[in-house]
Every structure is written in structure tokens, then in C-alpha cells.
């Protein structure tokens, strides 16, 4: 990773322009041309999922000349939740934060993916509500098919495909979200 330009010392996370910038110095930046502080908050905290998990996320606020951009990503090796939420650039950024977190209970409280076993004992994954959501990655083992993390986890496009089979000859729909769009569905499961 490279360095951040302006202070030669934090990784650079940020590009802006032909520059490259680690998120406190690109917050300085944006203060300058914005009129708009970043106001303090925490960088790292836990969150129960709807199974009474504990996850860990790490928080990040940017300011952008499109709003207030505030994300929490899940601290694991592979996967791993994330969610994202931007705010105009005026907004009660204290607010903002509370939203994010609403965000991120509502979207662990459901596990679309659960462990069932065969009369064998041998297990195999389904799907505890006929429904599935996730987010499409960059899988490093075959750049033309994606992962798909799930329940903060993630899967092979096989396995997805494995865990359809069971429904043969039933419909399936698909919608592509934006990352900051929340996730609903029609019924409550
Ligand atoms: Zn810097």
C-alpha cells in the first residue's frame, strides 16, 4: 500500500485527484474546501446479530463533497459484514452514526444461510427462509466469478448454486442494491 501524500506516515486509503490521501488528512482537506468538521466518534465497536453473535466492526466517517460517508466493516480475516451510509454534507453527523448502527442490527438480525443435516448426519448448507441476501466480492481464486458474502460469510458461487438445487423448478428473484440502499423485503420472516 502507498503512503499518504500529506503526511508521508498512514497507509493512503483515499484517491482525489492525482493524489493520495489517509482518511484524517482527506478529512483536513475536505474541512478546508467544505467549511465541515468531522466530528469525533468511535472507532471501533461490537454488535450482537439476530443469534446473539458478537461481531466487531471498525468505523470510518468521510467527508465528501457528496455528503458525510459513514461505513462499519466487520473485523475478520475473510468476509465479513459491511454496511454503508451517507448523510448530506450538513447533516447531524451524531445521527448519522445512530442510523448506521439501526443499519447494521437490521441487517444481521436475519442468518439467511443455515447448517441442515442429511439421515446420514452428513450436513449441507440450506436456507432457513426461502430468502437470501449478501454482497458480491472479488473472489481471488477465479476473477471472473465472484464470492458471495453472506451472513457475514463467504461462499463459493458453487456453493450458492449447491444450495439452490433444492429448489428445483421454483422462481428466484435478483436485485442489485447500491451499497448505502438497505436491504427489505415484503414480509417479515
Ligand atoms: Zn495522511
Avoid at 478546508?32 to 453473535?53: C, F, H, M, N, Q
Avoid at 439467511?112 to 450436513?123: A, G, W
Avoid at 461462499?155 to 451499497?179: A, S
Wanted: aromatic share 8%; net charge negative; proline share 3%.
Amino acid at each position: 500500500m502507498e503512503k499518504c501524500q500529506t503526511c508521508k506516515k498512514d497507509e493512503s486509503t483515499i484517491r482525489y485527484g492525482e493524489e493520495r490521501f489517509c482518511l484524517t488528512c482527506y478529512n483536513t482537506l475536505m474541512t478546508e474546501e467544505l467549511g465541515v468538521e468531522a466530528t469525533s466518534y468511535p472507532k471501533s465497536l461490537s454488535i450482537r446479530d439476530g443469534l446473539g453473535e458478537v461481531h466487531r466492526y471498525r468505523l470510518r466517517k468521510r467527508l465528501d463533497p457528496i455528503g458525510v460517508i459513514m461505513e462499519a466493516e466487520e473485523q475478520v480475516e475473510e468476509g465479513g459484514y459491511f454496511f454503508q451510509l451517507s448523510g448530506d454534507i450538513d447533516c447531524d453527523q451524531e445521527k448519522l452514526l445512530m442510523k448506521l448502527l439501526a443499519k447494521a442490527e437490521k441487517g444481521m438480525a436475519e442468518a439467511y444461510v443455515e447448517e441442515k443435516l442429511f439421515e446420514d448426519e452428513t450436513t449441507y448448507h440450506g436456507l432457513r427462509n426461502e430468502r437470501l441476501a449478501g454482497r458480491i466480492e472479488w473472489n481471488p481464486a477465479a476473477e471472473e466469478i465472484p464470492l458471495l458474502v453472506v451472513d457475514g460469510k463467504p461462499y463459493m458461487w458453487e456453493q450458492i448454486g449447491k444450495l439452490l438445487m433444492h429448489y428445483e423448478g421454483f422462481q428466484l428473484k435478483m436485485e442489485i442494491l447500491d451499497p448505502g440502499e438497505e436491504i427489505e423485503w415484503n414480509k417479515d420472516k
